[in-house]
């Protein structure tokens, strides 16, 4: 469908309008998922419309390129969010990938998709459809495991290559010696039955090379034929007639570009992520009556869920000084960089294909809790302040630890009705009184596995929080001042039932009260889930693409 041109003086492009069956706001994880499984009908037309370029740049597919991705603006939003009330006065950093792929082409590649539990919870909550019994055939549909693993559990005919890291380290090791001598028990697969123990990291890495969402879902589809992918296009408001969604008004090429307009016959589907999708609710008049007269935006539909509900995972890292050995912080520097430069180019392994977190475990915070409530990453590396962009030219070693499932909850609105301004992001990070409790717990298993026996060989002393940290309140106080994100925002567009007062969504992921609209990517979550946010992401995209075509993966 075209428009009519107004004026010889308007822009080509502004006037020329199509029409296709679903516009897809964002090409990330959920996006790229969503477009594959869409376009599997040749009849059906989609446009994806992606802020960020395309991801043609190496550092993307390079797995130890998330260093120089981590901070890289043309590829990433680079948030900031507020100060906490239990972040030291601190404004913690928050990357989201901004290119073909989304934060699969930014993140640690760790594949971790949770917990029976947790979905079992989001279908407690009203949410028919969304048990781990209804979720695991699309996790699973999804997959190409590639090593260990129960059938039961895992996939191994999809296009996402799940591998287990390949590099073993005495360090590692001796991490992994270190917790069995404590009662963790070594877990071969901690995406099966139980994910209790700890083992090596999964990760989505083939051969050497990053496997994101795009690459995964998006690229192949794209060669269909009915799959039209537009970049450097920012989304900036949804165009409603009445309450039914009917296209997307976008500006191409940065604030001073094209405003552009694409057409949706059947749906406009939201995957901009957490920070992004909920923004662009408000900034078209979706949202909370107060925020929205208070930018001057006229409220299309007052939905007070939008934005509210923002959970993250919370980490403070702790560090010990190494001795005896290696770490990554000196493999990096000088001829060692240059010989392993060399052998990922050669054998695609080495230093460049590691992932910033190598081990993985799962541990209670008491006796008494029901499941693991704790997860703790190692790395045989450290770095500067603790945030993940810098190593220390100092040996180190790195134990991460957070609580799998907070209690606080923050939130994102608009700042203004500016679409290019950065929303405001609070998450309200250890607002909770058992969020901090179980943070300090995990910091002192934390300290207990770089003590043990095994790894004494290699441990110098612990830089951080030091050894004169010793009460639950200097352990607290250590985490207000260094704990930061582990880049996991959920739950801004949550699903559940009409009647409640924070629902976004229903469990098919239509926007409540309004028509032609869906969310679907990692706001939809009713609660935070016991892991890192893109396996479940991409599982939540493969079901609602049966959602939205009337199937079920028995049909
Ligand atoms: C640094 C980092 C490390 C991480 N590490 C891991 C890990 O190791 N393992 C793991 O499981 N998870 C990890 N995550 C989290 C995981 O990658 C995300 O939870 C997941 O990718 C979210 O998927 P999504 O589809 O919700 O959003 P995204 O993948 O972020 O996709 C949103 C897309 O929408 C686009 N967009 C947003 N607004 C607009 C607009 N207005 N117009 C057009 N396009 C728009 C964005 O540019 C982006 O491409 C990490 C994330 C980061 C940032």
């Not at 209804?134 to 059938?151: N, Q, S, T, Y």
């Not at 180019?345 to 992932?355: E, F, M």
């Not at 880049?487 to 567009?493: E, K, N, Q, V």
């Amino acid at each position: 469908m075209k428009k009519t041109r107004q004026s010889n003086k308007e822009p080509l492009e502004s006037w020329m309008m199509e029409t296709f069956d679903y516009v897809i706001v964002g090409a990330g994880s959920a996006g790229c998922v969503l477009a594959n499984r869409l376009g599997e009908d040749p009849s059906i037309s989609i446009c994806v419309l992606e802020a960020g370029p395309r991801d043609w740049h190496p550092y993307i597919h390079l797995p130890a390129g998330f260093i120089k991705t981590f901070h890289m603006r043309s590829i990433n939003w680079a948030y900031q969010q507020e100060v906490g009330p239990w972040t030291g006065g601190r404004s913690i950093y928050a990357p989201r990938g901004k290119t073909l792929g989304g934060s699969s082409s930014i993140n640690g590649h760790i594949y971790n998709r949770g917990q029976r539990q947790d979905f079992d919870t989001w279908a407690q909550m009203g949410n028919r459809g969304w048990s781990y019994s209804d979720v695991l055939p699309h996790f699973k549909r999804l997959e190409r495991r590639i090593g260990e693993g129960d059938d039961e559990y895992r996939g191994r005919e999809g296009s996402l290559t799940v591998t287990t890291m390949d590099w073993k380290d005495p360090l590692c090791e001796a991490f992994m010696a270190g917790a069995i001598s404590l009662g963790i028990p070594r877990n071969p697969d901690y995406n099966g039955a139980i994910q209790e123990g700890v083992s090596y990291a999964q990760r989505t890495i083939r051969n050497g090379l990053r496997v994101s969402a795009a690459k995964a879902f998006l690229h192949p589809a794209s060669k269909r034929g009915n799959v039209h992918v537009r970049t450097h296009a920012h989304a900036t408001q949804i165009i409603f007639e009445g309450k039914r969604a009917v296209g997307v008004r976008y500006i191409k090429g940065g604030r001073n570009g094209a405003p552009m307009e694409v057409r949706a016959g059947r749906e406009v589907i939201l995957s901009g992520g957490s920070y992004n999708s909920p923004q662009l609710l408000q900034l078209s008049g979706v949202g909370s009556t107060e925020l929205l007269r208070s930018h001057g935006i006229e409220v299309h539909h007052a939905l007070p869920g939008v934005g509210e509900g923002l959970q993250d995972h919370y980490a403070p890292r702790t560090v010990a000084r190494v001795k005896n050995i290696k770490t990554i912080n000196q493999l990096r520097q000088g001829w060692h960089l240059w010989v392993e430069a060399l052998k990922w180019a050669i054998t695609r392994r080495g230093l460049l294909s590691l992932s910033p977190t190598m081990v993985y475990c799962f541990w209670h915070s008491g006796e008494t809790t029901e499941s693991s409530d704790l997860q703790l990453t190692f790395t045989p590396a450290s770095y500067k302040e603790g945030v993940q962009g810098q190593l220390e030219n100092e040996p180190g070693m790195t134990v991460a630890s957070w609580q799998q499932r907070p209690e606080s909850r923050g939130y994102v609105r608009i700042r203004s009705a500016d679409p290019f301004q950065a929303p405001i992001i609070q998450t309200n990070y250890l607002v909770a009184e058992l969020d901090r409790r179980v943070v300090v717990a995990g910091m002192k298993l934390a300290r207990r596995l770089l003590k043990s026996e095994p790894l004494a060989p290699y441990y110098d002393y612990e830089d951080f929080p030091g050894d004169q940290v010793r009460s639950d309140d200097e352990f607290l106080d250590a985490a207000t001042k260094r704990g930061t994100t582990t880049f996991h925002p959920g739950c801004t567009c949550r699903m559940g039932p009409a009647d409640s007062t924070w629902a976004v969504v229903d469990d098919q992921l239509r926007v409540h009260g309004l028509q032609g609209l869906r969310v679907i990517d990692a706001s939809i979550m009713p609660r935070m889930i016991s892991a890192n946010l893109n396996a479940s992401t991409l599982m939540i995209a493969d079901k609602a693409s049966d959602l939205i075509r009337g199937k079920s993966l028995s049909s």
